[in-house]
């Protein structure tokens, strides 16, 4: 073989791995591991950090502690992590009162939570408690805690796979 041969055979095996990799972005996929659902992607960690390090971690995954804004949203993580970690102790999701008590604000977008799944008694805030958790206890509703506690978390990160249009289309439905 040629070396040009062998160029172009490179090239064709460029061009159908870009095909493949067309066909499974716009099919909606995440990363291995991590979890779709509408316009997002979602990783549980296996592993646990304080608050501050869950935020820094999702960072290095090009990605943000999970910003819950919605009830079908958090309806779906409370169904998953019910359905795969029924004795997980909690979640760190993106949240926390750390500026003025008692005003809870997403951290990845800088604005007041704009949903809440608030369990029984939370935020309690104790002596402090400014981050915001998912409570396995409470079957995955909200509750604060103290931020510096070691706990699982979980990143989000938008699909680019979302829905797009074509010039001079628009979604319906
Ligand atoms: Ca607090
Ligand atoms: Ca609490």
Request: hydrophobic share 35%; net charge negative.
């Given at each position: 073989m040629s070396g040009v041969t062998v160029l172009l055979v490179v090239s064709q095996l460029y061009t159908v791995l870009g095909s493949l990799t067309t066909i499974a972005t716009s099919q909606g996929s995440c990363r291995h591991g991590w979890i779709s659902f509408q316009n997002s992607c979602y990783m549980f960690s296996h592993t646990v950090l304080t608050w501050p390090d869950a935020e820094e971690a999702c960072g290095i995954l090009h990605s943000t502690l999970a910003t819950i804004q919605t009830e079908e949203e958090q309806t779906f993580l409370k169904a998953y992590l019910n359905g795969?970690?029924?004795?997980?102790h909690g979640y760190w999701i993106d949240g926390n009162d750390?500026?003025?008590?008692?005003?809870?604000?997403?951290?990845?977008?800088?604005?007041?939570?704009?949903y809440t799944d608030w369990g029984?008694?939370?935020?309690?805030?104790?002596?402090n408690e400014d981050c915001l958790l998912l409570w396995g206890p409470y079957r995955f509703q909200m509750g604060d805690y103290y931020c510096y506690i070691h706990r699982r978390f979980i990143c989000q990160q938008n699909n680019s796979a979302a829905p797009t249009t074509n010039p001079g289309w628009i979604i319906f439905g």
């Open positions: 795969i970690h029924a004795i997980a750390l500026e003025v008590e008692s005003e809870w604000q997403y951290s990845s977008i800088g604005k007041p939570l704009n029984p008694g939370e935020p309690s805030n104790g002596a």
